[in-house]
């Protein structure tokens, strides 16, 4: 089979900004911070106490005609996104989808917030544990619930590779429907981690910021965590004009390394490399892009590395190259990342905006780019790279062209 | 443990800065000096933060991941990064 084109049709999120793709895409074009003092079920000796949080602790309101007792937030999340996105797609009243589409979902850890529950209620309360613990804690529960919700038969799975989930989510969905493998798939990028536990772990990470998260900016002094979901309905390009489909972007490559040298130090050379094979599988030189998403951290290390790496990549064009860090807006939602950038790359590439890179206070001489500080700017551009590194050493890159 | 001591100064502190790093970094010091790169010593980043929480753990200090500890190459660059930090929070 020739290589088919793949589209977007369909996009949905929840955010700390609120429920929708719209309220991600206003907060991250006017720059507002999501960031929040957080609410924590219980203590956990948690120092920081500030992260991009989804304060809407009742999500089972939006499936008033489901079982929802035994969903993770994570999978609640997860839900809601796909929603919107088979919402958006046009696809809600053609259900079942059918063998032909499958169900994608990138996360870090998964349902975290069941598995602190279930241990302390073993441990310390010595209740009796849910019942249905395994089929709320395992890692797959929110692709199995989504396709069960939208009758998907497809290949059906969890990628889970730290802050690369969901970016990886969504390259190998794209080489699967490029390839044939699947005509459709619902990609979800999903994370609901700001619990006791969550918080308390990255705390000892050190890489938390206790104040404000500042990508690339002299000043830096770390992430600071967000969670939420973010969806894309991806499918072949000749099936969705056929079934008159609004097309809302494209995925044009992918591109993905491990270092292979340590846990936690990034690597200019993976990270780099990632970029290059995105270009690579889209076909397209470095000149055609106009917007790089960045994982932008704001921890000391990833932003000079990821600078060097852009370096490698747009050579003397670097300080040309609009790129910025939406994560002080929406917060680092570690899995869910490469999904909800991606959301945001795309809603850039439709409107013709580039979102800032807020609290941005002085140039570091270590990340020589143009970070778009602070305030958006107008920008017409068909291409756009989004990056996503984890710890681990795991490199995503997705190429994302506009729709026409 | 003595020859190593005095390499860096015998004080109290950098004994105990010094079994520290040995220990939670699972390295043998004997013989090693302040300008022995964390490298050659094939202490990693996950090495680091055990490190850096038993610090945290023995003298009550909380040592952030700045650019000053970023830039850390060697052992003598890491102690006296800590001795700044412990020194700093015993005046307060």
Redesign the interface.
């Known amino acids: 089979m020739t290589p088919r084109n793949v589209v977007v049709t369909g996009l949905g999120a929840l955010t700390t900004a609120g429920q929708g793709v719209e309220a991600l895409w206003s907060a991250a074009a006017g720059g507002v911070s999501g960031v929040k003092k957080v609410v924590l079920d219980y203590d956990c000796a948690n120092n920081l106490r500030i992260a991009a949080q989804v304060q809407d602790f009742a999500l089972e309101r939006f499936f008033p005609n489901m079982k929802t007792a035994f969903f993770d937030r994570v999978t609640l999340m997860a839900m809601l996104a796909a929603e919107e996105a088979v919402k958006d797609a046009g696809l809600a009243d053609a259900l079942p989808l059918g063998a032909r589409t499958s169900v994608i979902v990138g996360t870090g850890i998964g349902s975290i917030g069941t598995i602190e529950e279930t241990s302390r209620n073993m441990a310390m309360s010595q209740k009796r544990p849910d019942p249905l613990t395994v089929p709320r804690a395992m890692i797959s529960a929110s692709a199995s619930n989504v396709g069960l919700i939208y009758g998907c038969t497809g290949t059906t799975f969890v990628v889970s590779s730290a802050c690369a989930s969901s970016a990886q989510a969504l390259g190998i969905a794209f080489h699967m429907v490029r390839a044939g493998m699947a005509d459709r798939a619902i990609v979800i990028g999903a994370e609901a981690s700001i619990t006791p536990g969550g918080m308390k772990a990255w705390e000892m990470m050190r890489v938390l910021s206790p104040q404000l998260c500042r990508p690339f900016s002299r000043g830096r002094n770390g992430l600071l965590l967000g969670e939420g979901s973010g969806a894309l309905v991806i499918e072949a390009e000749e099936l969705a004009k056929a079934r008159g489909a609004r097309i809302r972007g494209r995925i044009l490559g992918y591109g993905t390394t491990s270092d292979a040298k340590d846990m936690l130090k990034p690597d200019v050379a993976g990270a780099a490399e990632a970029m290059a094979l995105a270009l690579a599988d889209a076909g397209l030189s470095s000149d055609a892009v106009g917007y790089v998403n960045a994982h932008g951290t704001a921890t000391i290390l990833n932003d000079s590395t990821e600078s060097e790496a852009l370096g490698r990549i747009f050579g003397d064009r670097l300080a040309a190259v609009p790129v910025s860090s939406t994560k002080p807006i929406h917060g680092h939602t570690l899995g869910a990342a490469g999904a909800i950038e991606a959301i945001v790359t795309i809603r850039a590439l439709e409107e013709g905006f580039v979102p800032p890179t807020i609290n941005f206070l002085e140039a570091d001489p270590a990340c020589p780019i143009d970070c778009v500080a602070n305030v958006g700017r107008d920008h017409a551009f068909d291409v756009a790279l989004t990056n996503s590194f984890a710890f681990g050493g795991i490199n995503a890159s997705l190429a994302i062209g506009r729709a026409a | 443990m003595t020859d190593t001591a005095s390499a860096f100064g015998d004080d109290q502190l950098t004994r105990d800065l010094i079994e520290v790093i040995a220990k939670e970094g699972m390295v043998d010091l004997n013989g090693v000096g302040p300008e022995t790169t964390l490298e050659s010593l094939n202490i ?3 090495d ?2 055990m490190i ?2 038993a610090i945290e753990e023995k003298f009550q200090v909380y ?5 000053n500890l ?1 830039q850390v190459k060697d052992v003598g660059g890491l102690i006296a990064v800590f001795k700044e930090h412990i020194q700093k929070s015993q005046q307060a």
């Open positions: 990693a980043s996950v680091f933060m850096l929480a040592v952030p991941m700045d650019e970023s």
